[in-house]
């Protein structure tokens, strides 16, 4: 018998940058990755894009935040917002 307290899922965490926040509880983060090429063993660079979910608006395009795997809200959102690390905001304005 296997108790579901004991058996923990882990979920897909990423960190990127917001590069739009113009929809509706909605950002695109952008996630880059290095990887290491299998035959030439350069370093490279991986980039894309994630639809999330941000319920209550807080990102800003700019910000580095927090995303993680979970239900699909709709066609392309799978992420949702875990939090903001770095904020972008400026009061120099």
């Known amino acids: 018998m296997i108790h579901e307290d004991t058996m923990?899922?882990?979920k897909l965490l990423l960190q990127g940058e917001v590069v739009s926040a113009k929809m509706e509880k909605t950002i695109v983060v952008k996630v880059v990755?290095?990887?290491?090429?299998?035959?030439f063993h350069k370093i490279l660079k991986?980039?894309?894009k994630y639809y999330a979910h941000d319920e209550?608006?807080?990102a800003q395009e700019g910000d580095v935040v927090e995303i993680?795997?979970?239900r699909p809200?709709?066609?392309m959102k799978r992420m949702y917002l875990s939090r903001i690390v770095n904020s972008s905001t400026n009061n120099n304005v």
Do not use: D, E, F, V
Request: proline share 5%; no cysteine; hydrophobic share 10%.
């Open 8 to 10: 923990t899922k882990k």
């Open 33 to 39: 990755r290095t990887i290491k090429h299998p035959r």
């Open 46 to 48: 991986k980039t894309k």
């Open 56 to 58: 209550k608006n807080l």
């Open 68 to 70: 993680y795997q979970g």
């Open 73 to 75: 809200q709709s066609k």
